[in-house]
């Protein structure tokens, strides 16, 4: 089944709207059964602008929900926060709430590119960091997880292999980018494979990719996408720069020091060397001194 690529910011939240099926994919990657979920009143969007002034802006997403988990002693309502990075510079985003602590409440990251963490699909951050597949706890985590203060969850888009080895793992088979067909925009998801009970996502960004409407905005986005990667490269260019001429600066600055330090020891043997000739000079004077009174 072809489906629309939902590493795309306006397919991502395409499937969100639906609230059946963002209960049914919050409720697989936490792990617990959610039975009310509401955030249209907590969407906070930033609208940037396209570099073309002609066209439209484009809008990106960070969700709040607000949920009601079923437990064993009845009821209870968390807050949960999702955010999808493809860009490095997208961290930024993140670490604006990472230092805040909060009581029931969950976190989703989705990264689209490598980071200094382990190379597992999903990981589960709760005092330690495990992989959500088996709870094995992984060690030298990286500065990113040691900023979680809070119950997470990080999947690593580019870890999600063929190989699927739990049923959140084949969930996410829809954003498993060796799947894209002619066009980055489509994935070929094997429908069989996909467990049945949540075949309502599947059915969900089936529509959005039969939808122009949502083909033109991911094609916006690209342009968007292109733009914002040009400007980190140029900013890591310029970085580069600044630090290569602060070398070369640092460099200057030790050879003038040294040679500085050669005009001070050959000022000093000068020095001796004057004093050396002194010295003689007062001895042929006391020869000549010794001679004369004879």
């Known amino acids: ?30 792990g617990e059964k959610i039975e009310e979920l ?33 437990t064993n002693t009845g009821f209870k309502t968390i807050r949960i926060e999702l955010q999808k990075a493809k860009l490095q510079t997208d961290l930024m985003r993140f670490r604006r709430y990472l230092g805040v602590q909060y009581q029931d409440f969950y976190c989703i990251y989705f990264i689209g590119y490598g980071m200094d963490l382990p190379k597992r699909p999903v990981l589960k951050v709760d005092y330690t960091v495990k992989d959500a597949y088996d709870d094995e706890i992984l060690c030298n985590a990286g500065e990113f997880v040691s900023s979680l203060h809070h119950r997470s969850w990080i999947v690593q888009i580019n870890e999600l292999k063929k190989n699927r080895r739990n049923k959140l793992e084949e969930i996410l088979a829809v954003f498993d980018q060796s799947a894209i067909v002619d066009h980055r925009h489509i ?78 020891e050959q000022g000093i043997t000068i020095a001796e060397q004057g004093n050396t000739i002194e010295n003689l000079q007062n001895q042929i004077k006391e020869m000549q001194r010794i001679l004369e009174s004879k």
Request: charged share 35%.
């Open 38 to 70: 509401d955030f249209s009143a907590q969407e906070h969007t930033v609208e940037i602008e396209h570099p073309d002034k002609e066209k439209p802006s484009f809008t990106v997403c960070r969700f709040d929900f607000t949920a009601k988990l079923r």
């Open 187 to 264: 994935l070929n998801i094997d429908e069989e494979s996909f467990p049945e009970e949540y075949r309502e996502i599947i059915r969900r960004l089936r529509k959005a990719m039969e939808d122009p409407q949502k083909r033109r905005e991911m094609e916006l986005e690209d342009d968007i996408i292109s733009e914002l990667k040009d400007l980190e490269r140029q900013v890591k260019k310029r970085d580069k720069t600044i630090a290569e001429q602060g070398n070369t600066i640092a460099e200057q600055g030790n050879t003038i020091a040294e040679q500085g330090n050669t005009i001070a």
């Open 1 to 30: 089944m072809h489906i629309a690529n939902p590493i795309y910011d306006v397919i991502f939240k395409y499937l969100l709207e639906d609230n059946k099926v963002a209960k049914l994919f919050l409720s697989a990657i936490i």
